[in-house]
């Protein structure tokens, strides 16, 4: 017990030292806006990464609409800000809840699928809500919204990063994440064990919209405008290379390649195409040569880098 | 009544190239129960090679055609060999992603090799419409010119699954695997074939939609093929006469919904018909209910 509270209390020190030199350099202007937008652009990564880490890694479940879930965040916030003038934190909350609900609506009938052809309904879900949001002339058509205020900062974006790993890492760790874990790795096996598989599926498909959500309302608020162009399957996509390029089912694994490919991202800006066809060329060859991603179901952790040969089996994420 | 007319043939013009390249899809999953989504990209690669064939070598429409579809046989066979065959035996998850990560590549590597401008499709055949029942039914020559080489390719393909050793053995493999290699045959020789064919019929669809929109582009392949996936699931995915039927359906509903109501829609309606067949019967109008064994 002590152990874990002495633990606890390292890891808060450590994220408020994170935090603390990032602040300091970016209010010194050492590193500059575009820095600064390329730090908030991580954040936002990481938490669609590790939210979609929980449904398509985790519980197994083969999702491909994260960027609609996201764009559902991303519109529902950008209406109370700026067309409503609410405030902020509020905009982010209810941004999660719309899209959590719009979770729990695809989920339920979709989540009777499986693999495969989950992934083209929840595909096909999401382009729908796409082209729901091109033809609503109220925020804007296919032009999308403009002016919305910037509020994500580095603060905002780093304490919602670190809320949404430690919520869901919680749920994963709980009793209701082991059910989860046990539906991916054999669902009818799950079944009869007594495991209420549709619920569960639902629970963990509706938590990472959620998460998605709110990555879209501080995605919205980063960027002054989001388009429904922005939020086509092509995002998933790139979502979908965060997590199987860190492991499916490591949410450590989720973080760093968040953080790496949204490095990729900003070395490459001018070169889309460039840049898509490194993501294409990392899926194949992972998939050919480590299918289970970089970290596998593993998590990076600290304690295990310094007592090499110990082996242990929770989840520990320090 | 003459829109109706003249949206249903349209439709049917559109539902024929949407069936030649929902045959690849179903063939492929009934052989292999994996959606092969590069797919599209081949049917783009086959659009790609049937214009230079036909703007730079002074080909005619018949060899362009051969010229394509022999290119992107030989593109689908390579994509088998090198990213599918070597994980057939793994998770269907992981040989999906990498069906995303080859048609990722070939789009973006297609706007990088042929840059991303929308090109012309050269004039093969003149337009000429031509009037039937005092012009109730108006149809020009390039449409009769795609239903005649969908109904050779739908035709010739029956009799290669019905009537040939390597059809009865596509056959065999889609009905159980194990069961066919044990009886002897060579399934890996039997995928080659089947993306082989299938891939060949996406070119042929990409050189009858560069005739008839006259405009292709290296991400022609994306929304074409995603709705070819929906025709094949539409007709029953792994059955054959299932994507033809579920093609044909594909293109008239898409045509009357831009005729009657707005194009906007168009792409959602597709992917509204398709949630709505996998929720009410996910098998397909020509499939049968098969229960999952443990």
């Known amino acids: 017990m002590k152990q874990i509270l002495k633990n606890r209390l390292l890891i808060f020190i450590g994220l408020f030292a994170i ?7 970016l209010s010194t202007s050492i590193l500059n806006d575009y820095y600064e937008i390329n730090i908030v652009l991580m954040g936002i990564n990481i938490i669609l990464a ?70 083209i309904t929840t595909l096909g879900f999401g382009e729908i809500i796409r082209v729901i949001f091109l033809n609503t002339e109220y925020v804007g058509g296919a032009s999308g919204l403009s002016g919305i205020p910037k509020y994500t900062n580095w603060t905002w974006v780093f304490w919602m990063a670190v809320i949404t790993i430690v919520l869901i890492r919680n749920f994963i760790n709980s009793s209701y994440g082991r059910c989860c874990v046990a539906i991916r790795e054999d669902e009818t096996a799950a079944e009869s064990m007594g495991i209420n598989t549709t619920f569960y599926k639902t629970l963990a498909f509706t938590i990472g919209a959620f998460f998605a959500g709110i990555g879209g309302a501080l995605y919205a608020h980063n960027f002054y405008i989001i388009q429904p162009e922005t939020f086509n399957f092509m995002k998933s996509f790139d979502i979908l290379t965060m997590v199987v390029l860190g492991g499916l089912g490591s949410i450590t694994g989720s973080i760093l390649s968040a953080i790496f490919l949204t490095f990729v991202y900003a070395l490459l800006q001018d070169y889309a195409a460039l840049r898509m066809v490194i993501y294409s060329l990392l899926l194949i060859v992972v998939m050919l040569f480590r299918p289970e991603g970089l970290m596998g179901t593993k998590e990076f952790s600290l304690k295990k880098l310094f007592k090499k040969g110990e082996k242990s089996n929770e989840f520990t994420l320090n | 009544m003459k ?43 086959g659009a790609f090679t049937g214009f230079f064939a036909s703007t730079y070598f002074h080909l005619g429409f018949i060899p362009s055609l051969l010229l394509a579809m022999l290119v992107s046989l030989l593109l689908g066979v390579t994509i088998e060999r090198v990213a599918y065959r070597p994980l057939r035996n793994k998770s269907k998850i992981s040989i999906l992603i990498t069906a995303i990560g080859v048609s990722l590549l070939l789009e973006n590597g297609g706007i990088i090799i042929l840059s991303p401008q929308v090109r012309t499709y050269p004039q093969i055949f003149k337009q000429h419409m031509y009037s039937f029942f005092n012009g109730i039914i108006t149809i020009s020559n390039q449409q009769i010119v795609i239903f005649v080489v969908s109904i050779i390719m739908m035709v010739g393909l029956q009799i290669i699954i019905y009537k040939t050793k390597m059809g009865k053995a596509m ?46 582009d290296p991400l022609m392949g994306i929304m074409p093929g995603l709705k070819a996936f929906i025709a094949a699931v539409l007709g029953g995915i792994g ?47 020509f499939g049968k209910n098969v229960r999952e064994k443990v």
């Open chain 2, 239 to 285: 059955i054959i006469p299932g994507a033809m039927v579920g093609g044909l359906l594909m293109g008239v509903i898409e045509a009357l919904v831009s005729g009657y109501g707005s194009s906007l829609y168009r792409d959602g309606v597709s992917f509204a018909i398709l949630i709505i067949i996998l929720l009410i019967k996910p098998t397909g109008l």
């Open chain 2, 171 to 216: 056959r065999a493999v889609s009905t159980d695997a194990d069961a066919a290699k044990l009886m002897g045959v060579n399934v890996d020789r039997t995928v080659s074939f089947t993306f082989a064919i299938g891939s060949a019929l996406a070119a042929v669809a990409g050189v009858l939609v560069g005739i008839y929109y006259n405009s292709i």
């Open chain 1, 50 to 119: 590790v939210s979609l880490n929980l449904i398509n890694g985790f519980t197994g479940q083969f999702s491909l609409g994260h960027a609609g879930f996201m764009s559902i965040g991303a519109y529902t916030s950008a209406i109370i800000t700026y067309k409503l003038g609410l405030p902020f934190p509020l905009a982010i909350l209810v941004g999660g809840i719309a899209a959590g609900i719009a979770g729990i609506l695809i989920g339920i009938p979709s989540l009777r699928l499986k693999g495969d052809y989950l992934a």
């Open chain 1, 19 to 25: 935090y603390g030199i990032i602040q300091i350099l």
């Open chain 2, 3 to 45: 829109t109706f007319i003249e949206q249903l043939i349209n439709g049917l013009s559109l539902g024929s190239i949407y069936a030649l390249i929902a045959l690849g899809y179903t063939m492929v999953y009934g052989i292999m129960k994996l959606i092969n989504f590069a797919h599209g990209d081949i049917y783009m690669v």
